[in-house]
């Protein structure tokens, strides 16, 4: 597009102003598809995200136990992740084999009792 338009960074501010006029009178901006929307990464993150703060409907419940079998606490399946560090397939695998994690804690599905 520089090529086209010119060199258009030795352009005076009013000049600018100018030319963005001519520009948008002209309908190039309005024909313009892009023109008037918010770029998708404006809400992919944060508070922005439209499913930030819930919880996907099939996540599991997850109950998290001492070796000695004392419920220590539950989580959604993610929360218990992101708890521990590690990934949702890590703690689907220890829920599956049921092997101690880290020699400190077990893990079962609420629904499995």
Known sequence: MARRLG?????????MVKFLLVLFESGYAANNPMYGKVPASAFQSGPNHPLYGKVAANAMTINVYS?????????????????????????????????????LYRFENSGSK
């Open 7 to 15: 060199n258009l960074e030795k352009l005076t501010i009013p000049c």
């Open 67 to 103: 070796p000695d079998g004392k419920l220590i606490q539950s989580f959604s399946s993610q929360v218990a992740a992101n708890w521990l560090g590690v990934s949702n397939v890590t703690v689907h695998n220890y829920i599956k084999s049921g092997k101690v994690f880290n020699n």
